[in-house]
Every structure is written in structure tokens, then in C-alpha cells.
């Protein structure tokens, strides 16, 4: 089965502006993970949603937000970007968290 | 807040030598805990994880050890080869929905 696709893969931007990062699972998992990854940051956890909801959140501030649709893509938004927010943004799916996550290839996105 | 300490950051050892990274946790409910690898240019992916009503998981030159008493876990890889280079990102779960807490990352080089 096809494995976990986000788009755009990469993205530039400048300060200020904001951007809206997409993610679909694989069939079937109803779970999404969105996490930041930068060069000796390892994986920082955003949020996670299950079936349209989210049931865990990371400790981001509340420009970093996102949504889950009916059929389990899930997009992340953020607003008024800063710098620091450039990184590789993974998002993962699984059927639920205590199972194996499935990472996608990530949005590489660069703040100027 | 739970958080868990992975060591070493960055692990060198001579090909054929064994591999052991630790990480501790803190929260005495956690009870899923997975390893992720994670190569240059790719995307996390999970090599072994154990649940807390079993002290000892192997699949082949992979291992780990749970110990709840004292709250750590540990990734074993003997007969280490060179494409086991790469970031081991260990994490353990809080909470009923799992949410993951990860570990910084280990650096794991392996030389010739």
C-alpha cells in the first residue's frame, strides 16, 4: 500500500507570512503525528490526530496549529512565521500511537 | 513534565564491536517503548519497540532491555555493520492515548 505522502516537499518563506503543510496517511490509519526536526533537535512533537481530534499536543506555541479531516489528512499551519521555524516538519500516521509510526519524507520549510 | 534522557549523544564503536544506547524515563506509567532509526537524508523508521509486561525483546542483532524498577530501557545491537551509521531515537508513551516522549537522539558511527 502506498506509504505516508506531504506536500509541498519544500517551501521558502519570509517572515510573517504563514503556510499550511498537508500529510495523508496511510489507509486505514486514523492517527497523524506532526513533528519539527532540526540539526540537533532530534524529533520535537507538535500534536497528534485521532478521527478529526486532537488528543495530544506538544509544548509549541499557539501559531503551530492543525486539523484532521474525514478521510484522515491532516494539514499544520503556521502563522506568522518566524526564523527559528525553519525545519524539516515529518508528519507520521499509525493505527493508533502504541503501534508503529509511518513517516512521511517531511516539508523542508525555510524562513527568510 | 515526563521527559526521557537518551546517552550517549554520539556513539563511536569498530565494526563487528556491539552497540548499546540507554535512555531513561520518567514517568512510572509509561508502558510502549519504541526505537526509531533514523539514516542520513531519510526518514525515521521503527526497528524495535517492547510494552511493559516484557523485560526482553530481540530480533536478530537488535535487542532491548527494559528494566521498570529502575525506569530505563536499552537498545542492544551486536555484530554492529556499517549501515547500522545512523541517529537511534528512543521513546517511551504517557498518558491513555500514548503520547510519545522522545529521546534526543544517539549518533551512532560505526568504523571500519
Known amino acids: 500500500k502506498a506509504g505516508v505522502t506531504q506536500t509541498p516537499r519544500y517551501l521558502i518563506k519570509t517572515r510573517g507570512q504563514q503556510v499550511t503543510l498537508s500529510c495523508s496517511p496511510i489507509s486505514g490509519h486514523r492517527s497523524v503525528s506532526w513533528y519539527q526536526q532540526t540539526p540537533g533537535q532530534g524529533l520535537q512533537f507538535l500534536f497528534e490526530y485521532f478521527s478529526e481530534t486532537q488528543r495530544n499536543k506538544g509544548n509549541f506555541p499557539g501559531r503551530f496549529s492543525g486539523r484532521q479531516f474525514s478521510n484522515s489528512r491532516s494539514e499544520m499551519n503556521v502563522s506568522t512565521l518566524e526564523l527559528g521555524d525553519s525545519a524539516l516538519y515529518l508528519c507520521?500516521?499509525?493505527?493508533?500511537?502504541?503501534?508503529?509510526?509511518?513517516f512521511g519524507p517531511g516539508t523542508r520549510l525555510t524562513v527568510l | 513534565g515526563e521527559n526521557v534522557e537518551q546517552h550517549p549523544s554520539t556513539l563511536s564503536v569498530q565494526e563487528g564491536d556491539s552497540a548499546v544506547i540507554k535512555c531513561t524515563y520518567s514517568d512510572s506509567a509509561s508502558n510502549y517503548f519504541p526505537w526509531y532509526k533514523q539514516e542520513l537524508g531519510k526518514r525515521p523508521q521503527l526497528i524495535i519497540d517492547?510494552?511493559?509486561n516484557v523485560g526482553e525483546k530481540k530480533d536478530q542483532r537488535i535487542a532491548v532491555t527494559l528494566n521498570k524498577t529502575a525506569k530505563h530501557f536499552s537498545l542492544h545491537i551486536t555484530e554492529t555493520q556499517p549501515e547500522d551509521s545512523a541517529v537511534y531515537f528512543c521513546a517511551a508513551s504517557i498518558g491513555s492515548n500514548y503520547q510519545l516522549i522522545w529521546g534526543a537522539g544517539t549518533k551512532l558511527i560505526i568504523k571500519p
Open positions: 517492547i510494552r511493559s
Open positions: 507520521a500516521s499509525s493505527v493508533r500511537l502504541d503501534n508503529e509510526q509511518f
